[in-house]
């Protein structure tokens, strides 16, 4: 029997029932082809989301105009004339082949629009606050008409393609959202004004659409809480009328979001408490008498449950935990919880699509490889020769690499000098707010490694008097990145971020980090949350935070600029005279003063390749020891090396 009895219960949708309360939720993958049409490389990842176990999985969104000012990314499918129906199908057909209820959602990106066009529209012309959407142009009556009538053909062709539900996207700065919302809304006309015009567009859109398909169910995603008060967004009690209005419209479920891409709170983010949002879905639940939906911040399923339990929600909602896992829903139902890979709100996921880029996941190297055996997403075949493996480094890129390669067959043998594995992780999960979570994919791969029979040795470095008496054909090195060693006056306490954060030594009042990368940020962050300290960080490129995810490096920078910390960028130390620090560049000629040094730059650490102990074998480096990086970077290193040992 199940520990989640709400869950896994079944729901009702309309006239359908459901296999249980959990839904994939829609998202961009930009692995469908430019022109819109299916790629082969979708319908295997929407396979997969149906095999883990969903009662129902929804497609990302389509959008439905022939000129592509619904398109919001490079990659989008499109279902704006009938020669996609085929594609559409394929996806249908494979979430119908394993049980699961299939939706398809509609999407116009409205604001976030015209991708492969020199404008966007919206109902009114407010200027983009991020660079990277289009400008905008008022939508006129007659377009408004159109697209209305495009949402309608839409969903048809949704109904000919074998969907068993429609979803119309209503979000985050979408076309639908841009009328909803007081903030990108100033129109004069019937679709502007009272919350109740500018949510004509939603309803008209809604009633068209049940009047087009009949008893097929419809539902909308609606923004619960904008997080745009501070450039006059929509109030609460605005957003929940709009989900009545929705009902009203005939929708038959409603999901509630949080936020817009543009608001200047973290919604989605590990300092946002897991189940935080849930407050505003159950304002919309006493609003509202069809079922209500929602996904944000709830990754570990003794949070819906209790959302279940208490009333709040109806159905949970799964988009980026089920990227990271889609078997999520199978493995939560069978009790095996702690073989789900974790998604750890690093966002890698969302951000690439800004840049063009298909999806990708730090946490899980196969998304997108679903339908290559190559990748072993369903499991590998067993490799040709059996080796005998050593893994040197118990951090992300040494656990994922021997994970994989005990599951191809090989004796694997891993040793970490530590007691505790994790490698770095160990010190950036205590960074900031919520960065614990960084530490749930260690204690999942260790479990893999386990169940793999990898026999782990921790606390215990290798040496070569070690390797000399081991025998082995392969060894691969993750042995993380060494502290770049540079010379001082002794009058200044040198220091490292390990020493900080891992080891507790305080720096002086006055001191200066040495790099503006990821390890810098972090080292600076972690002061400023835990002591008063004058601090300056000098980083030779000329931009802080280049490796550093930009869901994160907003947050950094703000505490950082409200902490009046001194930036120097495109500034390189060569020198000290006392307490003074002699730069070059950009801050050539500055007086900066510091009391200790907190060296953030780091090296590859390739100093093993001159063991004669491993002369002859096999020899890797992966991970930070390759090339200093990020956590995606040296998982998806070590599992691409596991693939092919």
């Not at 907003?554 to 390189?572: A, D, H, N």
């Amino acid at each position: 029997m199940t520990k989640y009895p709400h869950i896994f219960s079944p729901g009702r949708i309309g006239s359908l029932v459901t296999n249980n309360r959990v839904k994939y939720a829609a998202t961009e993958t930009n692995f469908p082809f430019a022109d819109g049409f299916v790629s082969d490389k979708e319908v295997a990842y929407m396979e997969a989301q149906a095999r883990g176990g969903a009662g129902i999985v929804t497609t990302q969104g389509a959008y439905p105009d022939p000129k592509g000012e619904g398109k919001g990314f490079r990659g989008m499918m499109a279902i704006y004339d009938d020669r996609f129906i085929p594609g559409l199908a394929r996806i249908a057909e494979a979430i119908r082949r394993h049980g699961a209820l299939s939706c398809l959602q509609i999407l116009h990106c409205g604001r976030e629009g015209g991708v492969d066009l020199d404008y966007c529209l919206m109902p009114s012309v407010v200027s983009q606050k991020l660079s990277y959407f289009k400008p905008p142009r008022e939508i006129t009556r007659h377009e408004i008409r159109t697209s209305i009538e495009e949402h309608v053909k839409a969903a048809r062709r949704a109904k000919e393609a074998g969907y068993d539900m429609i979803e119309i996207s209503g979000i985050v700065g979408y076309l639908i959202s841009t009328f909803i919302s007081r903030y990108t809304n100033k129109r004069s006309d019937e679709y502007g004004g009272d919350i109740q015009s500018r949510c004509r567009l939603m309803t008209e859109i809604l009633q068209g659409i049940k009047a087009e398909v009949g008893s097929m169910p419809v539902g909308i995603r609606l923004c619960g809480l904008e997080l745009l008060e501070d450039r006059g967004g929509n109030t609460l009690e605005e957003s929940i009328e709009s989900f009545r209005l929705a009902e009203k419209a005939g929708a038959d479920y409603v999901s509630v979001t949080i936020g817009w891409h543009e608001s200047s709170i973290s919604v989605i983010t590990r300092d946002v408490p897991m189940g935080h949002w849930l407050y505003v879905a159950k304002e919309v639940k006493k609003a509202v008498d069809v079922p209500v939906m929602m996904a944000f911040r709830q990754f570990l399923a003794h949070i819906p449950e209790q959302a279940l339990t208490d009333g709040a929600i109806d159905f949970w909602e799964a988009c980026r935990p089920m990227i990271a896992d889609p078997e999520l829903p199978r493995k939560a139902a069978e009790g095996r919880e702690d073989e789900i890979t974790p998604c750890i709100a690093c966002n890698v996921c969302f951000s690439r699509l800004y840049y063009h880029q298909p999806i990708m996941c730090s946490v899980r190297p196969t998304v997108g490889h679903e339908g290559d055996e190559r990748w072993g997403y369903y499991g590998f075949p067993k490799a040709s020769k059996r080796k005998k493996v050593i893994v040197v480094g118990g951090g992300p890129a040494g656990l994922q690499c021997a994970a994989v390669a005990a599951r191809r067959g090989h004796e694997v043998t891993l040793y970490e000098r530590d007691t505790i594995l994790g490698g770095s992780i160990k010190l950036a999960s205590r960074v900031d707010e919520g960065a614990i979570e960084l530490e749930r994919p260690i204690r999942t791969l260790e479990g893999e490694c386990r169940r793999g029979n990898v026999a782990i040795y921790a606390g215990l470095g290798v040496t070569e008097d070690l390797l000399a008496k081991q025998d082995f054909d392969t060894i691969v090195f993750a042995t993380g990145a060494r502290s770049r060693n540079l010379s001082f006056s002794p009058s200044f306490k040198v220091l490292t971020p390990s020493d900080v954060i891992g080891k507790g030594e305080r720096p002086a009042y006055r001191t200066t980090i040495l790099g503006g990368n990821g390890a810098g940020l972090a080292v600076a962050v972690f002061l400023l949350r835990n002591g008063d300290y004058d601090l300056t960080i000098i980083e030779e490129s000329g931009k802080l935070g280049r490796d550093v995810n930009p869901f994160y490096l907003w947050q950094y920078v703000r505490l950082l600029k409200e902490r009046k910390v001194k930036i120097m960028t495109g500034s390189e130390l060569v020198g000290t005279d006392g307490s003074r620090l002699m730069l070059t560049g950009a801050a050539a000629g500055a007086r900066v003063e510091a009391d200790s040094m907190i060296v953030a730059l780091q090296d590859p650490n390739t100093h093993w390749l001159a063991s004669p102990a491993i002369s002859g074998k096999e020899i890797y480096i992966i991970g930070d020891a390759k090339k200093p990086r990020r956590l995606n970077n040296a998982i998806h290193d070590g599992y691409r090396l596991g693939m092919v040992i």
